[in-house]
């Protein structure tokens, strides 16, 4: 069991260092420009020449900083973010606990305290205004991702993740079915994740980079690894719960994430809000009592 939490702790880290590769790849691309060519084959080993800077870096300390939260909190969202890489049916806890959605859903609500912390833990007036935006972000965000999370789990009958899978093979493609409730799934986790257009916890035009102002080096790194582990897991469950874990439909996702930081504007903070409550609760509400009357139908 130890040995397949470490190589799925490595396989994580490893599948991360090349998003953050072909992320910058698109983003050449976009911007008419290569992108990282130089360091290995094509670029190939510029993701580890940049982790070896970050570690490598001098450890400094904002002088008004709260000590121990300030060093604690990318400790913490990094181990968050792995532990919902545990709930994976391939691995780790996914073929055992029998209510790992649920388990999901808890580790994805405490994620949220920990960006809250360090913009506050920072000192820093910048810091701590995106750490209130990314809490009051996610708590918005986390209702409309339960309400459709329920939907498959009310159709399904099942909290548990493995069993996504298996009822693919009788109800065909989810993801067809509930177009709507798919689209509302995708922007949702973009919200959930702070990415782009949805990246107000950072918002580096007014924020001067937002909650992790003050962070460099290992602290950054961190967080940095905890963000696109968090984009590569709710790829991966985008996927499992709409097709019953489709390959292709898991690197559309992840291609999607990067694809909008280089194609859409920033959210204003109040069209964020009324995209939430306006628009995808009553839509989520509404495929609940739909799949929900099919559930007590059959």
Do not use: H
């Not at 900083?65 to 604690?72: D, G, Q």
């Not at 606990?97 to 000192?123: E, K, P, Q, T």
């Not at 909008?260 to 306006?278: E, Q």
């Amino acid at each position: 069991m130890f040995l397949l939490v470490i190589l799925q702790i490595v396989l994580v880290l490893v599948g991360v260092a090349f998003l953050t590769l072909l992320e910058r790849k698109i983003l050449g691309y976009i911007q008419l420009r290569k992108g990282p060519n130089k360091v290995g084959f094509m670029g190939l080993l510029q993701p580890f020449a940049d982790g070896i800077k970050l570690f490598s870096k001098e450890l400094t300390l904002p002088s008004i900083s709260n000590f121990l939260p300030y060093l604690l909190s990318p400790i913490v969202s990094l181990v968050l973010s792995l532990m919902g890489w545990s709930l994976v049916p391939y691995m780790g806890y996914g073929y055992m606990f029998n209510y790992s959605v649920i388990l999901f859903l808890c580790i994805v609500s405490v994620s949220v305290y920990s960006v809250m912390v360090a913009g506050w833990s920072s000192n820093s007036k910048y810091s701590l205004l995106g750490g209130i935006r990314a809490g009051a972000q996610t708590i918005s965000y986390e209702v409309s991702l339960i309400l459709i999370l329920l939907s498959p789990i009310f159709l399904w009958g099942s909290f548990k993740f493995q069993d996504f899978i298996f009822n693919k093979f009788y109800l065909g493609w989810f993801v067809f079915l509930t177009l709507p409730l798919a689209f509302c799934w995708f922007v949702t986790i973009l919200a959930e994740t702070n990415r782009t257009p949805f990246d107000l916890a950072e918002g580096e035009s007014e924020l001067v980079s937002g909650f992790n102002t003050e962070y460099m080096g290992v602290g950054f790194a961190l967080i940095m690894l905890a963000e696109y582990s968090s984009i590569l897991l709710m790829s991966f469950l985008f996927s499992l719960v709409f097709s019953g874990l489709t390959v292709i439909l898991f690197l559309l996702s992840c291609y999607y994430f990067l694809w909008a930081r280089g194609s859409y504007p920033r959210y204003r903070y109040d069209n964020l809000m009324s995209l939430c409550w306006k628009s995808f609760l009553p839509i989520s509400i509404m495929f609940l009592m739909f799949f929900w009357s099919i559930s007590n139908f059959s």
